[in-house]
C-alpha cells in the first residue's frame, strides 16, 4: 500500500537477490519478501522492546516493529535469535539447511508465527515467548487455521508439537 498512494493494494513488485549471506546485529526490525539469498539469513538481537507501540521508522507507517521473512528462499540457515519486539513471522519460505528460532521475546500474542515452510534440514525452537504453526483468521487470537511445515530433518524443542487451533485446545501430537 506504501508504494503507490493512488491504490488500494501495492502494485510493484520485485524479485531481489543476496548472492552471500544476509546478516542483521540487532536492527530495529527485518522485513523481508520475495528475495533469494544465496547464503545464510542471520538476525541476532534488537527488535523494539517487549512492546507493540510504534518505534522509529515504523511510526512513520504507524505499525510497531517486527521482524518478517516471507515468500524467500535460502539457500543456507535462517537463524534468528534474541530479538526483542512485537511480533515476528517467518512464513512460506523455501530453506535449504536448518531453520533455528531461539530466545526471542515478543509483546504480540500471536507471535511468532512459523507457518508453511519447506525446510530440507531441521527446524529448532527453544526458549521463544511463543510460536504458532497456524495463523489467527480474525481479529482475535482465536480461532486459528493450521499452516504446518515441512521439515525434512528433525523437529526440536517448542516446534515439535503443532499449536492451538481454539483456546480450550492443548498443543498437540502432530507436525509443527
Given at each position: 500500500m506504501f508504494d503507490d498512494p493512488n491504490q488500494n493494494a501495492p502494485t510493484l513488485s520485485s524479485h531481489d537477490r543476496v548472492f552471500?549471506?544476509?546478516t542483521s546485529?540487532?536492527?530495529l526490525g527485518v522485513v523481508v519478501h520475495n528475495v533469494s539469498v544465496a547464503g545464510d539469513v542471520r538476525?541476532?538481537?534488537g527488535g523494539g522492546g517487549f512492546t507493540?507501540?510504534?518505534s522509529g521508522i515504523f511510526a512513520q507507517f504507524q505499525s510497531p516493529a517486527y521482524s518478517t521473512y516471507e515468500d524467500s528462499t535460502v539457500r543456507g540457515d535462517i537463524r534468528v535469535s534474541g530479538v526483542t519486539s512485537c511480533w515476528m513471522g517467518l512464513i512460506r519460505l523455501h530453506v535449504g539447511e536448518d531453520m533455528t528460532v531461539r530466545n526471542n521475546q515478543l509483546a504480540d500474542p500471536d507471535a511468532i508465527e512459523i507457518l508453511s515452510n519447506h525446510i530440507a534440514g531441521d527446524l529448532a525452537c527453544r526458549g521463544n515467548s511463543m510460536v504458532w504453526d497456524s495463523a489467527d483468521q480474525a481479529e482475535n487470537l482465536f480461532p486459528?487455521?493450521?499452516e504446518p511445515n515441512t521439515v525434512g530433518g528433525e523437529r526440536h524443542g517448542?516446534?515439535?508439537l503443532d499449536?492451538?487451533?481454539s483456546p480450550q485446545d492443548?498443543?498437540?501430537p502432530g507436525p509443527f
Open positions: 552471500g549471506d544476509l546485529h540487532k536492527p538476525q541476532r538481537g507493540c507501540d510504534p486459528r487455521q493450521p517448542q516446534c515439535v499449536s492451538p487451533t492443548p498443543p498437540g
